[in-house]
């Protein structure tokens, strides 16, 4: 292995002297690559939405695609409203003044809904008439006290867009489903027969330009309206997704700039050169840029969980360099020649650069084993941005330090100011070793006993802050109206006019009386809405508007007849409850806004029972933006902590290999699992929840932490097969490879900590634990690492003589 070793140092070596006799090629190459790739970045899409976290293979998904096919978005937008007094004239029409605005004004609309025009079926004499409800304003207050009643007194309005005791209104704004043209969202000849849905082309979805289109401009008609003695808040999964993307869109630069600043400063103090600050900002910008022309190309978008990158390439490039200019300036110092100075430094540092990248390149890969398509896509991102990232280390940044006029500098640097700190280390860990290791594994003991105080989330709400207006209008309209998510149960009969039977419409109500049980039993549910509402009202008006006619007719073709009247009405409020043939229908069921985790626990709890009150007269689907949620939360908590131990599985043999030694390998891996149980634990005693950030973060930190305990196992068998003597090796792995180590660390610390200038919790959050766990990596490396090499090698031949020959051979390395 040594040999093989040896033979590749000899090919860094040699690829000193093709970049820098063709070093004007890679430089321009570098440029001109970065330029084409960056020119794709404007052409990304954004994706946050829920259903973009699945991939479109998955069951959850293509149930929810085919529901939105037949009836279309099931995603709203509420704007909730509390004036002084909702019946009241002059507040009507500041109602349709609004309502009329969205309508004209707002792109991508499909329809609003409100007290203006939602649906009132009454009868008059024989006739069953089906209009708008403010088609008439009420002319008194005696109309107006009889319109307050009626409204009250319909099922179908309450929770919907009124509050039960009448103090909030609510208008319920929807967006096409389809990102097409109006014209093609009209389904009616279709509903009524005139032509085959199944034979229309595939549409694409609503897109995420669009929907930040369709919500930016509902939000400023709002604004439009504002008052001062009304309350007016916004909801719904839409704007749960507009908001991310906002943030995202905002919170990226501060967080990139942020850290690079703090980077910045900290690579201008500690080696003192202006010139480091500039390469190293150099490799990281045309790293990040090319990356996401890659990304674009591969057709992968911007999405929540891609925010980390920009601090994670930071990160791993400043790293990269940093390890490769310390010995070059080192080498300079000792004799002013920069093309052998970079023979040096790319002979000591190339291998160990392939061999950290490699690992990382693992860490990250191990995504491609979750089942949510974001996660996939950031690990393929990340793991071409670190291979971008190591190919311009290796080519641009040689090409550019053979260029530039750097003169060797006597003043001692910032890394070198560490070595009494990293000496100490060396020293406890040769004396004292086993009490390091019994301090590793006492701190690994109490981590995991607090692992099972763990909680997981998936709450995007709890991203944003407590005073933030989508989370305000959230919780208000859960009080007050609800809810605003819905989980859609979609049965089907298989059987043309299946739902005109009377068995099937049994069952349904006792479906709705199942919602009424389970709110009694304390279930985060509240109203129904199906076909159901709309043939009772049916019912109940042409049998003169009489009360204990709202109820199911039990003669089928009963059902039949009055359905058909209400058709021929105009209306076409069936479309979105029933298909054309009438054996399929949806049950709307509201709920308030809950964790992810929570809403598949109550699917867990409750969706057997739903299922199980259709029998054997349908088949049911639960679907709708509460199945999806639940899907992503146990797709998140599943998937991704395989991800982690899929990533412990491809690393440990990687570092066996990479490291030529079973047993160097496993002791290797000993301080790198310790920080990520003692960031769980952290998690448990400040009281943050494991969700897919966090877990992201752990995967990404096992992957960095290895890069300290690789550069400090390859410098210390180098030293060994010199010297003989571990103590020795250790002490002389401290003092060069030590001090690298120290500076990326800090840099990665403060790269994973500047996510805390993120205005999203969850972010912060993930900086923190990964933040914590590199530089708890970092400690063990120079203590329990060195302390494990101790014990595991034996003193061999000539200590003194050996360190000699490795002193002579290379004057510099003595501080390399």
């Not at 990248?357 to 995504?367: D, E, I, K, N, R």
């Not at 479309?575 to 709307?588: A, C, H, N, P, T």
Request: hydrophobic share 50%; proline share 4%; aromatic share 8%.
């Amino acid at each position: 292995m040594a040999d093989v070793r040896e033979r590749i140092e000899e090919g860094f070596g040699w690829w000193s002297g093709v970049v820098v006799r063709y070093r004007w090629i890679w430089i321009l190459l570098t440029l001109a690559s970065t330029a084409a790739l960056g020119t794709r970045i404007p052409l990304m899409e954004i994706e946050t939405s829920t259903d973009d976290y699945l991939f479109d293979e998955d069951p959850a998904k293509i149930a929810y695609n085919a529901f939105r096919d037949q009836f279309g978005r099931d995603q709203l937008i509420l704007v909730v409203v509390e004036p002084p007094q909702v019946f009241n004239l002059e507040f009507f029409r500041w109602l349709e003044t609004l309502h009329r605005d969205i309508e004209d004004s707002v792109p991508h609309l499909d329809e609003v809904t409100s007290l203006v025009n939602i649906r009132s079926v009454y009868g008059r004499g024989d006739e069953l008439v089906v209009a708008d409800l403010l088609e008439e304003h009420p002319r008194d207050a005696a109309e107006l006290a009889e319109f307050r009643a009626r409204v009250l007194a319909t099922p179908s309005y309450i929770d919907s867009v009124i509050s039960i005791d009448g103090r909030v209104t609510a208008l319920q704004v929807k967006s096409f489903a389809y990102s097409t043209a109006p014209a093609d969202q009209d389904t009616v000849g279709a509903f009524a027969g005139f032509e085959d849905v199944d034979e229309a082309p595939p549409r694409e979805f609503l897109t995420a330009r669009e929907n930040a289109e369709f919500t930016r401009a509902l939000m400023e008609v709002v604004d439009r309206h504002r008052r001062d003695d009304t309350v007016i808040h916004l909801t719904g999964q839409p704007l749960v997704a507009f908001a991310l993307t906002r943030s995202m869109a905002e919170d990226i630069p501060l967080i990139f700039g942020g850290a690079l600043s703090l980077v910045g400063v900290m690579i201008i103090v500690l080696f003192r050169r202006l010139s480091a600050l500039l390469l190293a900002t150099s490799v990281v910008v045309l790293s990040l840029i090319s990356t996401l022309g890659l990304a674009q190309l591969a057709g992968f978008p911007i999405s929540l969980p891609t925010q980390i990158l920009p601090s994670f390439m930071l990160a791993v490039g400043v790293g990269y360099v940093v390890h490769l200019l310390t010995i070059f300036f080192r080498a300079l110092a000792a004799d002013n020649d920069r093309v052998a100075a970079l023979d040096t430094a790319l002979r000591h540092v190339g291998l160990p650069i392939l061999m950290t990248a490699l690992t990382t390149v693992a860490g990250l890969v191990s995504f491609a084993a979750a089942e949510m398509e974001q996660a996939y896509q950031l690990g393929i991102t990340g793991a071409m941005g670190v291979s971008v990232t190591v190919v311009y280390t290796l080519v641009f940044l040689p090409a550019c330090l053979s260029l530039l006029p750097l003169s060797a500098s006597r003043t001692r640097s910032g890394i070198e100011g560490a070595n009494p700190l990293l000496s100490a280390c060396a020293r406890i860990s040769i004396r004292h070793p086993k009490k390091l290791i019994g301090a590793a594994l006492a701190l690994a003991v109490a981590s995991l006993a607090m692992l099972p105080r763990l909680d997981y989330s998936a709450d995007p709400m709890s991203y944003f802050p407590e005073d933030h207006w989508l989370r305000v209008g959230t919780y208000y309209t859960d009080r007050e109206l609800g809810g605003m998510q819905t989980l859609e149960v979609v049965i089907d009969t298989g059987r043309v006019n299946g739902l005109h039977e009377i068995e099937v419409l049994a069952r349904m109500e006792r479906m709705e009386e199942l919602v009424e049980t389970l709110r009694s039993e304390g279930e985060l549910v509240t109203r129904t809405w199906s076909v159901l509402s709309v043939l009772k009202e049916t019912h109940q008006a042409l049998n003169e508007n009489r009360a204990d006619f709202y109820a199911i007719p039990q003669d089928p073709d009963l059902v039949a007849q009055e359905l058909l009247l209400f058709e021929n009405s105009g209306a076409d409020d069936l479309e979105d409850l029933v298909d054309s043939e009438f054996s399929k229908g949806r049950m709307i069921i509201l709920t308030g806004w809950e964790d992810g985790v929570e809403k598949q626990r109550f699917i867990d709890r409750v969706g057997h029972r739903i299922v199980a009150t259709m029998g054997d007269t349908a088949e049911v689907t639960l679907t709708g933006a509460v199945a999806m949620i639940a899907r992503v939360a146990s797709a998140s908590s599943q998937s991704l902590i395989q991800s982690y131990s899929l990533a412990l599985v491809l690393i440990t043999p990687i570092m066996m290999i990479l490291i030529g030694s079973l047993r160097a390998g496993l002791v290797s891996m000993v301080p790198n699992l310790i920080p990520i149980l003692a960031a769980l634990a952290l998690m448990v005693l400040v009281g943050i929840e494991l969700d897919m950030f966090t877990i992201l973060g752990a995967c990404i930190a096992i992957g960095l932490a290895v890069d300290d305990s690789i550069h400090f196992i390859s410098g210390f068998r180098r030293h060994l097969a010199l010297t003989g003597d571990p103590e020795r090796s250790v002490s002389l792995t401290m003092e060069s490879t030590g001090r690298a180590l120290l500076f990326t660390s800090i840099v990665l610390v403060v790269g994973f900590s500047a996510l805390g200038f993120s205005s999203m919790a969850n972010l912060g959050y993930m900086g923190l634990t990964t933040a914590f766990a590199i530089g708890l990596a970092f400690v063990l490396d120079v203590t329990v690492t060195p302390a494990l090499l101790i014990l595991t090698h034996r003193k061999v031949g000539s200590s003194e003589t050996a360190a000699s020959r490795s002193i002579g051979a290379r004057p510099f390395l003595r501080g390399s």
